[in-house]
């Protein structure tokens, strides 16, 4: 695996191929992200990662300085998945000036959800998604649904803004008890990490139930939320959503149950589609 830091570099590294098949990341890379790179593999003529913690999606009580940093072992462990091309920019390299010119995704899509606890999230996601794949030369992108929210927004801004870019949506890796992978479960005690299935619990309950005809969707929501509280959660949101753009959910269609909740310090999110 070629490891590349700057933008010559990167262009050089990449001037042989037509189509890069890339997937984004933070680092502190786990099996979820594994399973991206081995997704992607087969679907270009080059597997591209990126390593770039965005200050842009962070909020200002958010952990930006906090957020692991596991280079050494991400590379490792990327090399050993097959990939082919690392890029691991600075910040200085990705943002040479300040970012003014940003993307605001349309709020009926970003402000809501995710949105609605992260105010800015998907501009800073969006911003640095494009200029990632740009860089790249980006033909296929390879996203995790785990992040169902972000899949969407970024399919809508490819589609609008006609990039040439294919992208991928990858179903979540779970560990054996259940529990979404996602680089913020190593935030968890033992203790919490003992709890933190009663997530994907909660939404399998409440996809059971939409399964089996219930159609009262505001108190199934509202169950789900009570659930999480007994349980010792502090729930942002349980939801009902259609699959295809997040609208409202309606019977008869292909929902997705979605929660996000904090579990002691640790902010958790998981999604089921039904």
């Known amino acids: 695996m070629r490891i590349v830091h700057t933008l010559p570099e990167l262009a050089e590294a990449l001037q042989p191929y037509r189509h890069p098949a890339v997937v984004p990341t933070m680092g502190n890379l786990h099996e979820g992200h594994l399973d991206l790179v081995r997704i992607a593999k087969p679907l270009g003529d080059v597997q591209v990662a990126t390593i770039f913690v965005n200050r842009l999606q962070f909020g200002p009580s958010e952990d930006f300085d906090t957020y692991p940093r596991t280079f050494a072992a991400d590379c490792a462990q990327l090399e050993a998945a097959g990939c082919d091309l690392l890029f691991a920019p600075t910040e200085a390299t990705l943002y040479p000036q300040p970012q003014g010119f940003k993307v605001v995704p349309p709020p009926e899509l970003a402000d809501v959800l995710e949105g609605q606890f992260r105010p800015g999230f998907f501009s800073g996601v969006c911003t640095v998604v494009l200029k990632l794949l740009a860089c790249t030369q980006a033909r296929t992108a390879v996203f995790g649904k785990k992040d169902y929210q972000q899949l969407m927004v970024i399919r809508h801004m490819v589609a609008q803004f006609n990039l040439p870019v294919r992208i991928v949506g990858a179903d979540t890796r779970r560990a054996a008890d259940g529990l979404a992978m996602s680089s913020r479960n190593g935030y968890l005690s033992a203790a919490e990490r003992a709890q933190a299935p009663q997530l994907h619990a909660a939404l399998q309950t409440l996809a059971q139930a939409v399964r089996a005809g219930d159609s009262d969707f505001e108190a199934l929501q509202e169950q789900a939320m009570a659930q999480l509280r007994a349980q010792g959660w502090q729930p942002d949101y349980v939801a009902l959503r259609r699959q295809a753009d997040l609208g409202p959910a309606q019977p008869g269609q ?21």
Do not use: V
Request: net charge neutral.
């Open 254 to 274: 292909s929902l997705l149950a979605l929660a996000a909740a904090r579990l002691g310090s640790t902010r958790l999110i998981d999604n089921l589609e039904i």
